[in-house]
């Protein structure tokens, strides 16, 4: 029998909301629409000409890769709080605003949107549960084109707590002091298939923990439920009791578990936003392989 509790998000405009949340306020003057969608580079699928055909209305889209650190062969690091201001004003976001990120993807990259915007201090942001899919297949309105929006100001302030280096995860994997918790799929945590991006090692920081991304969500794409999303990391051996690093392949689905962590009411957690890309090309990195 299909538990209907389990089918309904509790909306929280700092984490989560629902369809039913957003369609009701699409016309609210202070409400922000962004699409975060990213895909892999071997999925060929292009998300800016994706959004241009079909998006949420009034939505802007969020180019991930875009708004980034530009000095650096990582792919799409965190931008320095300037950059992150000038780029997200260009959309016509200010302060005060309240801001919810969809994506049409299988990495789920609206939840980097979503902790690239706690990253920075703000506190007011959600990400919509069942993105783009579950939007559309509830027949809700779409607009095509792109959006004009004038320039605002706005003021971040990014917050260090919330993001960690290689150096300070190795501390961390050394020292057995935090929780490393890794979404790439099993087979990639263990190293018994090789990695998406070239000139990587297979394997994992050592101490991690595996909890593929996909088992946070349910098939429809919508995110499991508190007790569901507790029982995962249970199972993945997670003491949420612990401080958290979570990590992943360049820093995407990580922000799932990021996210997940904080529907939990997890509050001391981080992110590697090198992640795998980074940590599997250090020349001296320790890296350990098979099941956790």
Same mark, same amino acid.
């Given at each position: ?8 998000v ?14 009701a ?5 202070d409400?922000?629409?962004?699409? /975060?969608s ?13 959004? /241009? ?11 991930? @890769? ?5 000095d ?59 993105? =783009?899919? +579950? ?30 280096? *290689? ?14 918790? @890794? *979404? ?24 991690? +923990? ?48 990021? =996210? ?8 001391n ?24």
């Open positions: 029998m299909h538990n209907s509790r389990e089918a309904l509790t909306d929280d405009p700092t984490t989560l909301v629902s369809t039913d949340w957003l369609a306020r699409l016309d609210d003057p409400l922000r629409i962004l699409d /975060a990213w895909h892999m580079p071997a999925a060929g699928r292009d998300a800016a000409a994706e959004f /241009a055909k079909a998006h949420i209305p009034g939505a802007r889209f969020f180019d991930i @890769d875009e708004i980034s650190a530009p650096t062969d990582l792919p799409h690091m965190a931008p320095s709080a300037e950059l992150f201001a000038a780029k997200i004003g260009a959309l016509g976001i200010g302060d005060g605003d309240r801001i919810v990120v969809y994506d049409n993807s299988a990495t789920h990259s609206a939840a980097r949107g979503w902790w690239m915007f706690r990253l920075m201090g703000w506190r007011n942001v959600a990400m919509l549960d069942g993105g =783009l899919a +579950k939007w559309q297949a509830e027949n809700r309105p779409l607009e095509s084109g792109e959006p004009r929006g004038s320039a605002r100001e706005l003021s971040v302030t990014r917050d260090s707590v919330l993001i960690r280096n *290689a150096a300070e995860v190795a501390a961390a994997s050394d020292s057995g002091s935090h929780e490393i918790i @890794d *979404a790439r799929a099993a087979d990639r945590f263990t190293g018994a298939a090789p990695e998406p991006r070239e000139g990587l090692a297979s394997g994992h920081i050592p101490g991690a +923990k595996n909890l593929p991304v996909g088992r946070l969500y349910r098939e429809d794409g919508t995110m499991k439920d508190e007790d569901a999303l507790r029982a995962e990391f249970e199972t993945a051996g997670v003491d949420l009791n612990r401080p958290a690093i979570t990590s992943c392949g360049s820093g995407i689905t990580a922000a799932s578990l990021s =996210l997940a962590l904080e529907r939990l009411g997890h509050r957690h981080a992110l590697y936003d090198g992640s795998w890309t980074e940590w599997g090309a250090l020349p001296n990195a320790k890296i350990a392989t098979g099941d956790a």
